[in-house]
């Protein structure tokens, strides 16, 4: 299986009493909670941290799209990817991803993919989510009841400017473009893999299965809540009669590993504290605007909690009703599954478990998070690669990844000098 | 009086509910945000002296789905143009609330003889920088029957599950009801009515809730300003943003007072 780096990039200095001082982390987070000059810091400390992952051997590393968002400092993961592509050699580069109905013309998100896939020597994986509520309707001002239409067109669109050969018109419900033709193109062909970040829709697990793309849920509850997800995926597939090809889903769980279990639990408690209190703290007015969900999630979601269902607290859910409702405290996030720690031993264990249990082929690994220190990151990090990784490499062993980056070959891509621009300059 | 008759035209492809009740001159009415999941008094009491006539918009209970097939501001014009042509409705008085009004406001704008007399009760459509209206969609749910009424237990009324509805598709309905005024009017309200109010040559009665929490009170002096017809502007005491639910009685009695 393939094990990923993942970094959401976390303002780490959120005042201790944010949550009571603040309505929310996300859309109207005030910009006097922002220091440019520890911002400064922090980027260059999580750049730092996402290079060391791929040099201890993760398979990926992967940056997301956030706006207005006190726990997401990358507007574009465009401008991460691209710094990661110079400073890496062999990881898959994993844009997780860039919301489609936010760009206009979407060719843009075409003509950047290509690029990052270029300088990256074909590495880049395609990630494609429609965007939360608080990123797309609030901070961005898209319309709420067009989000879904313009997501698809914006879709059809950019797969259609990756692989036409000739320049063609796009005439589109919401785009018209009468001269499509990107540059740069992609080294992948047909194009980069296109994976795509749901919320547990029916529509989407559908989607996913006949366009043949990977589903990744990319849950901050951990394997217990994403489990229902997961088997509603995997019906949906087996109800098109597709295979159970565990490479086609992705699966987000935070991890803390240390010597023991209590030694993680004593490590990990401040970092997992600040990112589901501080950081999960938005405001429920941002959390459903109206058209959002589809109805038939709607009615998925009202009938489940009639039922009672176990996936009644995310079905139909909006990321930020699921918010409200969220463990705090150490006991209870690690309870609930939100975080998995233990020893590498444990660790192993139960991630082979989510693993198996949830058919996942993509684990999708933050081992940083919230104010989680660089050190600790790095020991985090070292201990997974060294300890925990070794024990997974076997888990799904017998399928083939067929949505895994094709880089062009080793011996053609360009060389990249050690950074020694002084030594470069004396010449 | 006569009863309520339901009745169903064909727009776009979508079912749309048609209200008809009383007897008298021909008033239209063109409901406002959440629109009409049920019958409610102000309809009775100009039904008392008018034939009341009330289509359904797209998205807006009785409009089915309609919405998602209009995309441009110009779609949803030519829907209710269409709307209250087949509702019998050309050339006839016209009421509208909130979103309604603003959609009243634009067809006797563009088509000025397709209404008579006009009345429009804190029509959206504006937005002023300075004095923004309430963004009725990023709200707490407990929020939004004090934002659209000054007595939220109205507006809770209104929106009830009545026995004997199905009770997944009831709350989907009033969802999809936010959704359409969302894809008309998000994210600001503004739909650059400004530009076209003086192409409005119908005498108008401009109502607003004294307690209207969501739109400013200074629009109804733009709207009387730009508006080349005649206008009345009068201040509904003790409403809110939907007057028509909070004072149907005297909401009802301005507007007939006005159409005589």
């Known amino acids: ?427 | 009086m006569s009863e309520l008759e339901t009745s169903t035209i064909d727009v776009n492809g979508f079912p749309t509910r048609i209200w008809r009740k009383g007897s008298g001159p021909t008033l239209g009415f063109l409901a406002g945000f959440g629109g009409l999941p049920r019958w409610m008094p102000f309809l009775e009491e100009l039904a008392k002296t008018r034939t009341v006539i009330v289509p359904s918009l797209p998205g807006f209970p009785g409009g089915d789905r309609g919405h998602t097939v209009l995309d441009q501001h110009l779609d949803w014009l030519l829907a209710v143009r269409e709307i209250l042509d087949q509702a019998g409705l050309a050339g006839a008085d016209l009421a509208g609330s909130s979103v309604g009004a603003s959609l009243a406001a634009e067809v006797a704008a563009l088509w000025p003889a397709s209404v008579h007399r006009l009345a429009l009760i804190a029509p959206f459509g504006l937005f002023d920088a300075n004095n923004p209206p309430t963004d009725p969609w990023a709200q707490r749910g407990d929020a939004v029957p004090g934002l659209m009424c000054a007595d939220p237990e109205i507006w809770k009324a209104m929106k009830a599950m009545p026995d004997g509805a199905n009770s997944i598709e009831w709350p989907i309905e009033q969802v999809r009801a936010n959704e359409a005024a969302a894809r008309i009017f998000w994210p600001l309200g503004n739909t650059r009515i400004e530009k076209r109010l003086r192409l409005i040559k119908a005498p108008t009665l401009l109502l607003w809730g004294e307690h209207d929490r969501v739109m400013p009170r200074a629009y109804a002096e733009v709207f009387a300003e730009r508006i080349a017809g005649q206008t009345t502007t009068k201040i509904v005491e003790g409403a809110g943003h939907l007057a028509e639910l909070d004072k149907p009685a005297e909401v009802a009695h301005e507007i007939t007072a006005f159409m005589d």
């Open chain 1, 1 to 427: 299986m393939k094990l990923m780096w993942f970094h959401l990039m976390p303002y780490t200095e959120l005042p201790e009493d944010f949550r009571d001082a603040n309505p929310s982390v996300w859309v109207d987070i005030h910009s006097s909670l922002f220091d440019p000059r520890r911002a400064h810091l922090m980027y260059n400390d999580f750049m730092d941290e996402l290079e060391y992952a791929a040099a201890v051997g993760f398979d990926a590393i992967c940056v997301n799209e956030h706006h207005s968002n006190g726990y997401g400092l990358m507007p574009s993961p465009n401008l991460i990817a691209s710094s990661l592509a110079r400073r890496t050699t062999d990881t898959a580069i994993c844009v997780m991803g860039n919301s489609l109905a936010l760009y206009n013309p979407p060719t843009r998100v075409a003509e950047e993919f290509a690029m990052i896939d270029c300088i990256s020597g074909g590495r880049l994986i395609a990630g494609f989510p429609v965007g939360t509520p608080m990123d797309t309707c609030y901070a961005y001002g898209t319309n709420p009841s067009q989000l879904r239409q313009r997501y698809h067109e914006a879709h059809d669109l950019v797969v259609r400017a990756w692989t036409e050969r000739d320049t063609f018109a796009f005439n589109g419900r919401f785009n018209q473009q009468r001269y499509v033709n990107i540059w740069p193109r992609p080294i992948q062909q047909p194009h980069p893999p296109i994976w795509v970040p749901g919320g547990g829709s029916v529509e989407t697990w559908r989607w996913c299965a006949e366009m043949n793309y990977v589903y990744c849920y990319l849950s901050y509850y951990g394997y217990k809540a994403g489990r229902a997800t997961m088997d509603g995926f995997w019906t949906e597939m087996d109800r098109l009669g597709k295979d159970r090809n565990p490479y086609q889903a992705g699966f987000l769980q935070f991890v803390g590993v240390a010597e023991s279990r209590q030694q993680a639990f004593d490590l990990y408690s401040e970092a997992a504290e600040y990112f589901y209190g501080r950081c999960l703290h938005v405001d429920p007015k941002w959390a459903t605007p109206p058209g959002y969900s589809s109805e038939g999630s709607q009615r998925a979601g009202i009938e489940s909690q009639v039922k009672q269902a176990a996936d009644s607290g995310v079905r139909g859910k909006s990321t930020g009703e699921r918010f409200a409702s969220v463990a705090r405290d150490m006991d209870a996030i690690v309870e609930k599954g939100y975080v998995i720690i233990g020893s590498p031993d444990e660790v192993a264990e139960q991630l082979r478990e989510v693993a198996t249990q949830l058919n996942v082929g993509h684990l999708m690994l933050l081992l940083q998070y919230g104010n989680m220190s660089k050190d600790l990151t790095r020991y985090n990090t070292k201990l997974f690669a060294e300890q925990v990784m070794p024990k997974l490499r076997d888990v799904h062993a017998s399928w083939t990844d067929h949505w895994w980056p094709q880089p062009m070959e080793a011996a053609q891509r360009a060389v990249i000098p050690a950074y020694a621009p002084k030594l470069a300059a004396a010449e």
